[in-house]
């Protein structure tokens, strides 16, 4: 069974600075994606950015990019100039694609969460 | 354009009640899902419908059914509510042969 990890229950970064935001992650699947999940105060799930695990590039969304270690299993998402805007819960998940023959579903694994907090 | 609509935003039951959530997609989406957020677990998957006639089980199915209604509506019943139940609901659907999950607005609800 796949598992995903988020050992940073809370971050906090300034206005304009940089953080990173870590996940790893459990899988025997070769094919695989890899997503990054904002929940602000409003509670509603956007999606941040996405990898999918047969490219190599790394995910780039303006302000945000991930770092993706296929071997090690890592996928951590950096956000450059942090806005208030920012502060959210940020969620790692994980998908197995299914097939479309025989319409298969894509079911997500989450992780438990990092809060971020952007300080003025 | 709605995306994914939950009803209501909001509920409060007493133990023993039951009630229905309901989630509407207007996307032409085949797949629907339904999850539960805890504080420090993350979502959890309850059941899904990976298209129109079919469910499945999840993760976390014990005290609920689910019923897929037609191609746009997915919705999930509480028979007997219990104080474990109390959480945030989210209702997804997907489009076969995409990786992207829409997502509604969630609802939370409360057992006393």
């Known amino acids: 069974a796949q598992t995903v990890t988020q050992s940073q229950p809370e971050m906090s970064v300034q206005e304009a600075e940089t953080v990173t935001l870590s996940c790893t992650y459990d899988t025997s699947e070769n094919n695989y994606y890899l997503f990054w999940y904002k929940q602000p105060p409003s509670r509603q799930m956007i999606l941040v950015i996405r990898q999918e695990a047969y490219k190599q590039q790394n995910a780039t969304e303006n302000r945000f990019s991930v770092n993706f270690q296929k071997a090690a299993k890592s996928f951590s998402l950096k956000i450059s100039d942090s806005q208030l805007g920012d502060t959210a819960m940020y969620f790692c998940a994980f998908m197995k694609p299914a097939g479309i023959r025989g319409g298969a579903t894509n079911k997500l694994i989450f992780g438990t969460g990092t809060l971020l907090a952007v300080q003025p | 354009n709605a995306g994914v609509t939950q009803t209501p935003k909001f509920q409060v039951l007493k133990t023993g009640q039951s009630m229905t959530l309901q989630c509407a997609q207007d996307m032409n989406h085949n797949s629907m899902y339904w999850y539960r957020q805890d504080p420090g677990m993350g979502l959890r998957l309850i059941y899904y419908s990976a298209s129109e006639g079919t469910t499945d089980k999840g993760e976390v199915p014990n005290g609920y059914n689910v019923s897929r209604l037609n191609k746009r509506e997915f919705s999930l019943r509480l028979e007997s509510a219990a104080p474990s139940q109390t959480s945030v609901y989210f209702c997804?659907?997907?489009?076969?042969?995409?990786?992207?999950?829409?997502f509604g607005q969630g609802t939370r609800l409360t057992v006393v």
């Open positions: 997804a659907s997907s489009l076969w042969g995409r990786p992207e999950a829409f």
